[in-house]
C-alpha cells in the first residue's frame, strides 16, 4: 500500500498514512494560553478548587494541566513535565506531555503562562481573625519566670511549631502570645498538634501538666472545645544547684518524670523522681559557678586561685585527667565545698 501523504510503499497505519506521516499531521494536546492559580498574598499557598495547599507551583500547574487540557484518547500511559521560570508578574510554563500511541511514544510540548492572583488564604484570614482552638500557659512554680528562661522556652515552641508546619501541619499557627501571671502564654490554632507541643515543652523543661476544656459553642452541627494547657514550672531549672543531705547536685536536665543530677563530690550521675526533691535546698546556680585561674594540678587535686580575691582554694578532681588549661570552672558554694564544675567529658 501506498502512504496518501508521502507516497512511499509501507504499512498503512490509520487514514491510509504511513505511521511517521500519521503522527505528523495529529497533535494530541491541547491548552489554553493563560492559567490564573489564586495565591496567598501573605503565606505564599496556592490553591487548586477549594483546597489551599503549600505544594509547589510546579505541582499545582500539573493539577491545572490534567484538568484543563484536552488530550487526546489515542495517547496512552500519559505523563506530564512542568518547568516554570518566573517573569514580571507571571510565570512561563513549559508543559511536555508524553505518552504512546499503539506503542509508539509521543512527546508534545506545550507552553503557559501562569499569572498567580492575589487572594488570602483560609488559613492567613484565621490567623488574621486570631483564631485559636488551644492556649498553652506556661507559669511559675512561684513568682516569676526568669527573663532568659521565657526567653529559652518561646524560642522552643517557635522552632518547634516552625518545624511541624514544614512536616504539612499547614493549619498551624500561633494567632498570639502574651506574657501572662509571671509566665507565658501561646494562642494556637490547632488542637491536636498543641497537645504534641505542650508534651514536648515539659519533656525539655519539666513541670507538672494539667488540662482543662471550655465548651465554645456549636459549628456545623459539632460542639466545638477550646483546650486551656498548664504547665506549672518546677521551683529549679537545668543549671540549678541541689542540696540533698549535704551533698551538692548540679541540674543537668529535667523532664517531666525524672530530673538528672550531677553529684558534685563523687561525679556519679542519677536520674531521680521530682518527688523525691520536696527536701531539696535549691541553690540558683549563677552566682556560683566561676572561672578560677588553674595554678597546678597533682593526680588528685587541682589548685585554683580566685581571680578577685587571690584566694587559692584546693578542687577534687573527679577523674584521671590532666588538665591544660588557663582558666578552670568551679562551683563555688563556700570556701569549703568548692567542686569542678561537671565538665562536657564528665557529662
Ligand atoms: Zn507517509
Ligand atoms: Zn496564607
Known sequence: MFCVDCGEEKPIFREGSCVECYLKRHQFT????????PACAHCGSLKYKSLWTTDTLETIVKRNVKQLFSISNELENITIEVVCTEEQERFSCNITISGNVEGIPISESNHVFVRLKPHSCDMCSKQFGGYHEAI?????????????????????????????????????????????????????????????????????????????????????????????YLLRLFPYRQGDLLEINKHYYYILSLSHHSIH????????????????????????????????????????????????????????????FTYETENIRVVYIDENAVFLFPCEKQK
Open 30 to 37: 491541547t491548552g489554553p494560553p493563560f492559567i490564573d492559580i
Open 136 to 228: 498553652l500557659q506556661i507559669r511559675p512554680h512561684e513568682k516569676k519566670i526568669p527573663k532568659d528562661e521565657l526567653f529559652k522556652i518561646r524560642q522552643f515552641v517557635e522552632a518547634l511549631i516552625v518545624s511541624m508546619k514544614q512536616q504539612g501541619h499547614r493549619n498551624l499557627f500561633i494567632a498570639d502570645v502574651g506574657d501572662e501571671h509571671g509566665g507565658i502564654d501561646f494562642y494556637l490554632s490547632d488542637k491536636q498538634a498543641s497537645a504534641t507541643i505542650i508534651r514536648k515543652v515539659q519533656e525539655r523543661f519539666g513541670g507538672v501538666l494539667t488540662t482543662s476544656s471550655k465548651n465554645i459553642g456549636m459549628k456545623d452541627g459539632i460542639q466545638l472545645y477550646r483546650v486551656t
Open 261 to 320: 543530677l550531677f553529684n558534685l563530690t563523687t561525679g556519679e550521675k542519677r536520674s531521680i523522681p521530682p518527688k523525691e526533691l520536696e527536701l531539696a535546698k535549691i541553690i540558683e546556680g549563677k552566682d556560683q559557678i566561676r572561672d578560677m585561674i588553674f595554678i597546678s594540678q597533682t593526680e588528685k587535686d587541682i589548685q585554683v586561685m580566685d581571680p578577685k580575691s587571690y584566694r587559692v582554694f584546693m578542687v577534687k578532681k573527679l577523674f584521671p
